[in-house]
């Protein structure tokens, strides 16, 4: 009969057994190998090259053109003048084509804008208009259609002592406008020349509209509908044309399309490299420009 083994002789050998396994050799790790490094001297790396700066002196960068604008408090008052001036002109203008004559009544004309704190400058009788620091009158209005009339603008408080007079009419000869009062000063202060455009293409359109309610037709003949543009403030016209159809910056005409009384037509301005289009139906090619009415 065999002698039993005790458990901690089996335990033993047990572990005997485990040991023998971990002793199994484990593959070897593949070399690594690295690049080989050269031995022998090397060509030097050129520096990438930089952008050369320059030593000499430089040639000024001029500024972005700016419009002119009043440089001096004498400009400022002037170009106030001279838009109030041209307010009461564009008045006389509506009235004289609404009525054949010009006025010299104050409630027929535009009122003419205050100080920046709401101030006028005070009007000595019925006969005057206030602007900010001038006042205004009609001095001479002629009730024929082929009259004239003379504005007259007086300064007052820092403006006292400072006088312009203007006279113009329905013909270019009648207009005589004071060489003190420069646009050029005023700069952005005026409008753009296609206002001008813009403004006379409108009245255009109302004479023909007013022309066809008598004779059931359009009209290109521009002087038979009775339309005449304004000329530039000191009275001449763009070259391009000829009056009545020449305003200051703009010529101006009229396509009549179809027969009557069924027609169609389309008012143009053109000038200074642009044209402008406006149909009897009220349509604007190309778009109607931002100026306000």
């Given amino acids: 009969m065999s002698k039993s083994r005790s458990p901690v002789a089996l335990s033993l050998l047990l572990l005997s057994l485990c040991s023998a396994c971990q002793k199994e050799k484990a593959p070897a790790p593949e070399p690594v190998v690295l690049p080989a490094q050269p031995t022998g001297p090397q060509a030097p790396v050129e520096p990438q090259p930089t952008p050369a700066q320059p030593t000499g002196p430089q040639a000024p960068v001029d500024p972005e053109p700016t419009p002119a604008q009043p440089q001096s408090r004498e400009d400022a008052l002037a170009c106030e003048a001279l838009l109030d001036l041209r307010t009461l002109m564009d008045g006389q203008s509506s009235v004289f084509g609404e009525k054949d004559r010009y006025t010299a009544d104050p409630a027929e004309l535009p009122a003419l804008p205050a ?51 203007v006279t113009s009419g329905h013909l270019d000869s009648q207009r005589v406008w ?76 009229v396509e009549v399309q179809g027969t009557a009384p069924e027609q169609t037509f389309t008012a143009v301005a053109r000038g200074e490299g642009t044209e402008l289009r406006f149909s009897s139906s009220a349509t604007w090619t190309p778009a109607e420009p931002s100026c306000g009415r």
């Fill in 178 to 253: 004071p060489a003190a009062l420069a646009p050029e000063v005023c700069g952005a202060r005026l409008a753009p020349s296609v206002c001008e455009a813009a403004v006379n293409l409108r009245g255009l359109f109302t004479a023909e509209k007013a022309y066809f309610g008598e004779k059931d037709r359009y009209s290109e003949d521009l002087s038979q509908v009775g339309f005449l543009p304004e000329p530039c403030l000191d009275g001449t016209r763009f070259e391009g044309g000829l009056p009545p159809a020449a305003g200051c910056h703009f010529a101006y005409s």
């Fill in 115 to 165: 100080c920046a704190d709401g101030t006028h400058t005070a009007a000595p009788d019925a006969a005057w208009m206030s602007g900010c620091h001038f006042r205004y009158r009609v001095t001479d209005a002629s009730a024929t259609p082929d009259g004239t009339f003379t504005l007259q603008a007086v300064g007052a408080g820092t403006a006292e002592g400072r006088e312009y007079t």
